[in-house]
Structure formats: structure tokens, C-alpha cells
């Protein structure tokens, strides 16, 4: 249990110790939610099953933006109004949570006026002050290593206002250590590091992985029984599906050379965000231009949910380009089916979790993202260490199991601050 369900007199609206015949109160988990496509609607979906499986007896109660569906969903979240908080300030204190855990990026709660100008949050630091008598965990999905000043300006603010604040990455701690004292500013201490989490419950033996790549529309007697390179995901300008497609013919045409083997490129996703349409266009036209080659498969579906994880399965290996991500959904994906990768540096979370799980290779430049790939295609032993790697990083460290039992930790934290009436002081990494 988190904690009971007894308001005591006096005291913060928390809950202290378990008792019979108590009622337990529910997690409040505020985000984007399905069927939004978004990332973090995706993320949070994953999250909730899991904390939800770790809390039973705790319902898991959800406040959405106006797009989102499901059981106890609240689609609150209404950006069309500048005061969208105050009604979501209400939802919160009518459902007396046990905690409030918010998932939180920038874009995902900015108002916008009619002059095309945005508030910077401030709706969000206001929701923060409208509901601080409960404890609250606020998980920022963007936090970068040098943020511009607006970016510091609310991470002040956020942090003045959360019990937790989660981070992905423990870099994260230090760099923000360092761009508050470079600021003048005392560093909070009520940062705490819980990974993106990944399923551990995902995975097909490879006898079956023909199969899936029928159901996936490989064709037979073309490349359904070749190695595989996956480029799966949002088909989006950050993402830069270009720098394999570009040398992927001349690339395979290497690694046939140097092994006798002919590996196709598997690309699949969707469009998310209309304004990328001409990177979409541009990229399915590369990869339809090398199918008619006989050189890739293309195949559209929207990467969340069982299919996203078949098309991983199919891989022998991942390459995860991207120009601007401090943490992947896609990455998340790969370990969970321990897929030995290939992704770009220097890239904040992307490259710090491929320095941690030792399931990746870096490159920097087009040259050497096509050694990378041959290497992989080459080396049958060093993708099973990669993939052996990825399946201790997994288990040990980021499976969704393993970061509901962190999020145990936030809350409680969470929990103890608002009956002490004291910040939450951890240690920080250095």
C-alpha cells in the first residue's frame, strides 16, 4: 500500500497509516492519454498498467486533455481556455488522491491566445499552487543538459511547487546542478532519477518470427526468410529515416559482398504531426523507391500497442536515428525486446542509455553510422552480447516492474514531505 485512506484533522490531505476497513484512495495520473497519438500518451498508458499491477487496491483515476477516452479517464485538460486548471484543481480535490503524478511536456500544456502567444506554463504552475495540499510527483519528459532560460525559469518554479520531481537520466541531476549554481540559484534536492520504463513481458521465440513476418506482409520467395535491419517508428523530421535510406543500397550491396548474406531494411510507422508531412512524403518515397529495388519493406501502422512489437521482433538489429530526443518510446522498445541497435551521439538520454546498457553503437556521421551497420550485419556474436546486454539492462534496471517499485519510492517521498511540512532533500549524484 501507499499509504490509508483516513484524512487525519489538521494535517495535510495526505494519508497515513493503513487501517481496517479503510477505503484506499486513488493515484491521480495527470497526462496526455490514448487515443491521442502522442508519445507520452503511450508512456502513460504503459505506466499506469504497471502501477496500477503494484497498487490493487489503489484505483488509478486519469485527467486528459479533452481527446482522451478510457475507464476512469477525465477529459479535463482543455487548452482552449486560459484558466483549463481550474477545473482540473476541482477533479483533483473531488477524487482526494492519495498522490498526484503529472506527466509533463512543454507543448502539452501551453495556452495559446488569439495572438498566437503562449503562456510558458504558467497554467500548469498555477494547477500546481490550486492542488499543493496533496503530494505531488511531476515526471518533465524534456529536460535537456543546457536549457535556454524559460526552460530554467519553470524547472525553478516546477520544483518549488513538486514534492518529486522525476528525471529520466543521471546526468540529468548533475547538468541541472550546474545550470542552477551557474544561475545563482540554490539546487533543489528533490530530484529523483526512474528511467523511461520498458515491458518485460514482450517477445517471441524465433520459430515464430516467420510468421509475424507474413502477418507484417514480408512477401515469400522475396526476403521473408532474409536478415533484417529495422527503422520503425513516428515517421518525422527529427527522426531522419534519410541517413539510413540514403546509403542503405550501397550498404547492402557491401555486406552481401563481405558475407554472402542479403539483409533487407524492414521501415515501418506513421505520420504523427501534419506540419512533418513533407519529411513523411520524403521518407516513404526513399523506402518505396528501395522496395521496388527489392532492397525494403514498407509497412504504415501506428507504432503503440502489440503490432509495434511484432515489427521490432522481425529485426535482427534497430537503427534509431534522431536529431533532438532526450529519451525514446522507440528506444524503450528495443530493449524490451533486447534488439541490438545502432542510434546517434552526442543525444542526451539516447546516448546515455546506450553508454548504461551496453545493448548499442554510437555514431556521428553518415560514414560511420554505414560501418555500424555492416559491423552489426557482420558480427553475429556481438549482436547476441548486445542483445544479452539489453536483456540484464531490462531486468535489472528499466523494466516497468522494476520502475513502478521507484515511483513507490517518489510517492512515499512525496507522502512524507506534505505530513512534515518539510521539501523533500535527496542526494544528488555528484
Known amino acids: 500500500m501507499i499509504m490509508a485512506s483516513v484524512t487525519p484533522a489538521r494535517s495535510p490531505r495526505v494519508c497515513g497509516g493503513d487501517s481496517a476497513g479503510s477505503t484506499k484512495r486513488p493515484i491521480v495520473m495527470i497526462t496526455s492519454w490514448p487515443p491521442r497519438l502522442c508519445g507520452i500518451a503511450t508512456f502513460a498508458e504503459e505506466a499506469v498498467e504497471f502501477i496500477q499491477r503494484r497498487f490493487p487496491d489503489h484505483p488509478v483515476h ?115 546542478d550546474w545550470n542552477f549554481r551557474e544561475r545563482g540559484w540554490k539546487t533543489p534536492r528533490n530530484f529523483m532519477v526512474v528511467p523511461h520504463g520498458a515491458r518485460p513481458d514482450e517477445g517471441w521465440p524465433q520459430e515464430q518470427v516467420p510468421e509475424i513476418k507474413k502477418e507484417l506482409g514480408f512477401r515469400d520467395g522475396d526476403f521473408s526468410s532474409h536478415h533484417v535491419v529495422g527503422l520503425l517508428g513516428w515517421i518525422q523530421a527529427n527522426k531522419r529515416w534519410d541517413l ?133 550485419a557482420r558480427d553475429e556474436h556481438l549482436r547476441a552480447t548486445l542483445s544479452s546486454n539489453l536483456r540484464n539492462y531490462l531486468a535489472k534496471v528499466v523494466s516497468w516492474e522494476v520502475v513502478a517499485g521507484q515511483y513507490v519510492s517518489a510517492y512515499k517521498a512525496a507522502h512524507r514531505a506534505k505530513l512534515k511540512g518539510e521539501p523533500v532533500n535527496l542526494p544528488l549524484e555528484f
Open 244 to 376: 539510413l535510406t540514403s546509403i542503405w543500397e550501397e550498404t547492402a550491396a557491401e555486406i552481401k559482398r563481405l558475407t554472402g548474406q542479403k539483409w533487407h531494411l524492414f521501415a515501418g510507422g506513421a505520420m504523427r504531426d501534419p506540419a512533418h508531412r513533407q519529411w513523411y512524403e520524403l521518407y516513404r518515397r526513399q523506402v518505396k523507391n528501395l522496395q521496388r529495388k527489392g532492397l525494403a519493406h514498407y509497412r504504415e501502422f501506428i507504432p503503440r500497442g502489440q503490432l509495434y512489437y511484432k515489427a521490432m521482433a522481425v529485426c535482427d538489429f534497430v537503427v534509431l536515428p534522431s536529431i533532438d530526443e532526450t529519451q525514446s518510446g522507440t528506444l524503450a522498445r528495443i530493449i524490451s525486446l533486447k534488439k541490438p541497435y545502432i542510434t546517434t551521439a552526442p543525444l542526451e538520454g539516447l546516448t546515455s542509455q546506450t553508454v548504461e546498457s551496453e545493448g548499442g553503437l554510437l555514431f556521428t556521421s553518415k560514414r560511420m553510422l554505414r560501418e555500424k551497420v555492416v559491423r552489426l
Open 62 to 176: 486519469i485527467i486528459s486533455h479533452t481527446d482522451g477516452r478510457g475507464s476512469n479517464v477525465y477529459p479535463l485538460v482543455d487548452l482552449s481556455r486560459r484558466d483549463w486548471h481550474v477545473p482540473v484543481a476541482e477533479k483533483v480535490k473531488q477524487l482526494s488522491p492519495a498522490v498526484v503524478h503529472i506527466q509533463h511536456e512543454y507543448g502539452l500544456y501551453n495556452y495559446v491566445d488569439r495572438q498566437n502567444h503562449g503562456d510558458g506554463n504558467a497554467g500548469f504552475v498555477r494547477l500546481l499552487e490550486g492542488i499543493r495540499e496533496y503530494p505531488i510527483v511531476v515526471e518533465p519528459h524534456t529536460v535537456h543538459g543546457r536549457p535556454r532560460d524559460h526552460e530554467m525559469t519553470f524547472l525553478k518554479s516546477l520544483c518549488d511547487r513538486a514534492d518529486v520531481v522525476i528525471l529520466k537520466c543521471d546526468y540529468q541531476t548533475w547538468r541541472l
